[in-house]
């Protein structure tokens, strides 16, 4: 367990420890999407953990697909952002922004001008979203122009500079669980002819350049990548060329030299061990569902450089604290998950 708790670079960034909190909608930004005092206070009680990465938060109207989900680019965006980083860093925390844009994973009644979702392809997903009129299929998204693709790569990069002016440590680039990047990885989601679809250089074209106009914008000792391989959220299918898929998108990032590799696991080990070799970087590890009883093996292994957890540390602020002293742990309430006040939400009891 102690090797939890020796210290790890991200970027330019010493942290304390090498447990992360694991990025996790909460829904409870204002209706604009600015941050709120509350969220402030949420992320500022789990400080203690090395590394904290923020809720998806949508880099432009379009972006958006879920309700009260917070954005970051707009003024208010940046002001409200502010309260919350300068809260963490007063607990000696350190917080990385997660920028995603849904693609297809949206439904008009959650987004602002009920705007129809943009898509590598005209597909729809075959699930539901909670909209304000409780759950409703998703409808067939709009597929990208060469138009919609250079603004969605310029929507990143000013949201990742939005993120460093309301004093975020740096950004994660959400390349997982069934949302836009992924969606162009999927070739059952990207049926695309163009430079964007196709072949394995081509899939990832697209996240690539997001990557690079970040790095461009932000610098790479600030910027993060997450990936979900193998991962079928949002109805995607990366078929048998997945793996070959994140080797090569995995060594095209790792060119770069960016802070982390974020890799939300879902059972190919053989793979994760090739990802360790081919990432030169921090190596962070989330394992959904993880025992646990094996909170630090993948950091004593080498497998990893950090740990992260989602579920526990939203129910446990002190969690870092727990794990150390091998204390119990708060359960999580589903319930409360998404939307609603501080019940569920900072009202997690932290060790006496
Ligand atoms: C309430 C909740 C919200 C989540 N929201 C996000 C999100 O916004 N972005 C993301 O990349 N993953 C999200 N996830 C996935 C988590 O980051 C994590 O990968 C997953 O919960 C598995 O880890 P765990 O078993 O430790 O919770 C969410 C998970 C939960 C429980």
Known sequence: MSDLFTSVRIGTNVLTNRLGMAPMTRSRANPDGTPTPLMAEYYA??????????????????G??????PG????????????????????GGRIFIQIMHVGRMSHPDNVVG???????????????LHTPTGMQDVPTPREMTDDDIRQTVADYRHAARCAIDAGADGVEVHGANGYLLQQFFA??????????GGSIENRTRFAIEIVK?????????????????????????EGTEGPALYRYLIEQLDKLGLAFLDV?????????????K?????????????????????????????????????ANPDFARRVQHDALLNEPKKELFFGGDARGYTDYPALA
């Open 45 to 62: 009680q789990r400080a203690t953990l090395g590394l904290i990465l923020t809720e998806a938060t949508q880099p432009s109207d379009i």
């Open 64 to 69: 958006q697909g879920n309700i009260s989900t």
């Open 72 to 91: 970051i680019y707009t003024d208010a965006h940046i002001e409200g952002w502010k309260k919350v980083t300068s809260a963490v860093h007063a607990q």
């Open 114 to 128: 009920n705007l129809q979702a943009v898509a590598p392809s005209a597909i729809a997903p075959k699930v539901q």
């Open 187 to 196: 070739p059952n989601a990207n049926l695309r002819t163009d430079a964007y």
């Open 213 to 237: 106009a970040v790095v461009e914008e932000i610098g790479a000792d600030r910027t993060g990548f997450r990936v979900s391989p193998g991962g079928t959220l949002g109805d995607l299918n």
């Open 264 to 276: 939300m696991h879902w059972g190919n080990e053989e793979l994760l061990v090739d990802i360790r």
């Open 278 to 314: 081919l990432w030169h970087q921090t190596l962070i590890l989330n394992r959904p569902g993880r025992p646990r009883e094996q909170i630090g093996a993948d950091v004593k292994t080498g497998l990893a450089d950090i740990e992260s957890y989602g579920a526990m540390i939203l």
